[in-house]
């Protein structure tokens, strides 16, 4: 049988649905983290912090939502203000219940732009690379 490497979709769609659906099966709020900074976000910018937003995505707090293969939106109100908002998929960095913190993170995927830059390796904020960890062997403590 040949080696023929197929190139599959990105999950994160996939994944995002039926997290939302667990939680919501789970009576809790599914809340997602946004990166802010990618290219096509369109989200209230007042309350962005950190370059992410958090937004709660219930449907008690949004209208209309619609999770696609490559972006999901909704409307909703912030400050009583109505909003379209539209996130593409890969600037959603976690899918989360508020009440217990139980979801999922999401890494950088093959083919997807890293939302975190994370493919960066330059050191130019001064930190010592990773090689300077103390040696010798680890060492367990007990605590009571």
């Known amino acids: 049988m040949a080696d023929v ?5 990105s999950s994160r769609p996939y994944l995002v649905r039926a997290l939302n659906e667990w ?11 946004v990166d802010a900074g990618i290219q096509g976000v369109q989200v209230p910018n007042e ?3 950190n370059g992410q937003i ?3 995505i219930s449907p008690g707090a949004v209208k ?3 999770i696609g293969n490559s972006a999901l939106e909704f409307n909703a109100r912030f ?6 908002v539209f996130v593409p998929l890969q600037a959603v960095i976690a899918i989360y219940a508020k009440e217990n913190g139980e979801g999922m993170v999401f890494g950088s995927e093959p083919g997807m732009p890293d939302p975190n830059g994370a493919g960066e390796t330059s050191n130019a904020g001064g930190s010592k690379p990773k090689e300077d960890r103390p040696s010798g062997r680890p060492t367990l403590k007990v605590v009571k």
Do not use: E, F, R
């Open 54 to 56: 958090v937004l709660n």
């Open 5 to 9: 490497k197929t190139t599959m979709s």
């Open 47 to 49: 309350h962005v912090a």
């Open 23 to 33: 939680v919501l099966d789970n009576d809790c709020t599914p809340y997602i983290v």
């Open 64 to 66: 209309s939502l619609v």
């Open 79 to 84: 400050g009583g203000v109505p909003m379209q």
